[in-house]
């Protein structure tokens, strides 16, 4: 493998970034874990994500702002050691890395699953390997190609949740797959009410809402391969809640009105259940495919992020310098081997406990991405304060309700880690993690990982000298 110093290449372009985003907001948890959420909050489930998607566009927005006057690979990470200090830095760095991790762990353990059906005698383990190996090479070759990737796979969910959607809205109308006979929207309301569980229900399922989220940061990464950095993330971030409303509140809409929210998730998944009442037999092997690719898609995303993290904090000089290389494609080959090398604990968690991986890993994951979040805000406010009137003035992409709406968002973050900690399941996220960060706080003291000195303004060197931002 060759190795250099140049940095990485601006080799993502609109319809990829585009895509990139939405697909990071569609999740297997639409496919198959809402039901679980549905049983706790009812129809309410549709404020649950709406609540949570206004909370995560207003993330996303101040991620942003950041992203668009400082486009740089390290992203949120970058921000945190520029506005918080280096510790945060360096601990949102190795968090986000290790969130991806265990992420792309239940990813690929999804994927032994699905495939499971098809091929029932192949032991889960092999297909969680098979997985790993295949997305970690379409990372090893070039940006472009991760972004081709992740462009056909978003294609795949959005057509097939356009098409329930569409098919759904037929029953509920037209009476289509029910001998005409139009269903109405009578289920919303009809069994127990709109509020079946109450306030505490639509409290209830938030954490398992934000866990589907879990990912939509991943634009900001982005930020430093976008060829139009200033055009394509104010686009891309814009466009997320729209998104949200219209194909997650839209299609739980539409499962919601055609069936008793009490019966969803007792006769298997609701999309399966609605193409086959059209008429589509072949339904189940349909989905199936769709939440494969929507667990191949997540694992692909993962291997990006974890190899830019760690690409980033080399550049920090909070990680090994060897790490900060690129191959003459512009790909931090060495970093993202090293993901997938600790990967691979995951392919032996899934020939060791195979009934466990996936609850323990997704639990883990909400916390590292609440984490997330929380310093994404944290590092806006302080960035907004570090600058002049007239630099506040001429921010080209702002986010709204400053400072109110960073605030609220903070403590809605503080509501889910606190519904976290109620639930047993959900309880060894709050060990795992935490533990974690003091780890890694002992480690950045003993070791004395004291970051490199890096501008606030820098950007990669590209091949595209336009695209630069201005110096400041």
Not at 228 to 240: E, G, Q, R
Not at 367 to 382: C, E, M, P, Y
């Amino acid at each position: 493998m060759k190795a250099s110093k140049q940095d990485l290449q601006r080799g993502l372009g609109e319809r990829q970034i585009r895509l990139m985003a939405l697909g990071a907001a569609i999740g297997v948890g639409l496919f198959l874990g809402s039901a679980n959420a549905i049983k706790m909050a009812g129809p309410g489930i549709m404020l649950s994500y709406i609540i949570g998607g206004a909370v995560i566009f207003m993330i996303m927005r101040a991620l942003g702002e950041m992203a668009v006057h400082n486009p740089v690979a390290g992203s949120f990470s970058r921000y945190a050691q520029d506005y918080i200090g280096p510790l945060a830095g360096y601990l949102t760095g190795w968090n986000y890395w290790f969130l991806w991790l265990v992420t792309c762990i239940a990813e690929i353990t999804a994927v032994g699953i699905y495939m499971g059906i098809w091929f029932p005698d192949v032991p889960r383990w092999i297909w969680a390997l098979a997985a790993l190996g295949a997305m970690g090479s379409v990372n090893l070759l070039a940006v472009k190609a991760y972004g081709e990737f992740e462009f056909w796979f978003a294609l795949i969910k959005v057509v097939t949740i356009v098409l329930m959607i569409i098919g759904g809205t037929g029953m509920i109308v037209f009476g289509f797959g029910n001998h005409g006979v139009a269903l109405g929207l009578s289920n919303l309301w009809a069994h127990g009410g709109f509020f079946p569980n109450g306030a505490q229900g639509v409290l209830m399922s938030l954490q398992m809402v934000m866990f589907a989220y879990l990912g939509v940061e991943m634009i900001g990464l982005t930020a430093g391969e976008a060829a139009n950095p200033k055009k394509m993330i104010p686009d891309a971030i814009n466009s997320v809640f729209w998104r949200i409303l219209i194909f997650y509140v839209g299609a739980l809409f539409v499962i919601l009105s055609i069936y008793p929210w009490n019966e969803i998730g007792t006769q298997g998944s609701p999309f399966v259940m609605t193409f086959e009442r059209l008429g589509i037999r072949t339904a189940a092997g349909i989905i199936n495919f769709v939440v494969l690719t929507a667990a191949l898609s997540s694992c692909n995303g993962g291997i990006f992020s974890t190899g830019r993290m760690l690409y980033n904090l080399a550049q920090q000089g909070q990680a090994l310098s060897m790490f900060a290389q690129t191959s003459v494609s512009g790909v931090p080959r060495r970093a993202i081997l090293l993901s997938m090398v600790a990967l691979l604990f995951g392919v032996a968690l899934n020939y060791l406990v195979p009934e466990k991986v996936f609850m323990w890993m997704t639990s883990i994951s909400t916390f590292g991405a609440i984490w997330t979040w929380g310093v994404i805000l944290v590092a806006q406010i302080k960035f907004r304060k570090s600058l002049s009137p007239a630099e506040r003035k001429a921010l080209a992409f702002r986010m709204p309700f400053w400072p109110y709406g960073s605030w609220i968002a903070l403590a809605f973050l503080s509501l889910v880690i606190g519904l976290m900690a109620y639930f047993p399941d959900t309880r060894v996220a709050l060990v795992v993690g935490p533990a974690w960060l003091v780890l890694l706080t002992v480690l950045y003291y003993a070791l004395r990982l004291a970051p490199a000195r890096v501008k606030r303004d820098e950007t990669p060197r590209t091949t595209k000298s336009a695209d630069r931002p201005a110096r400041s």
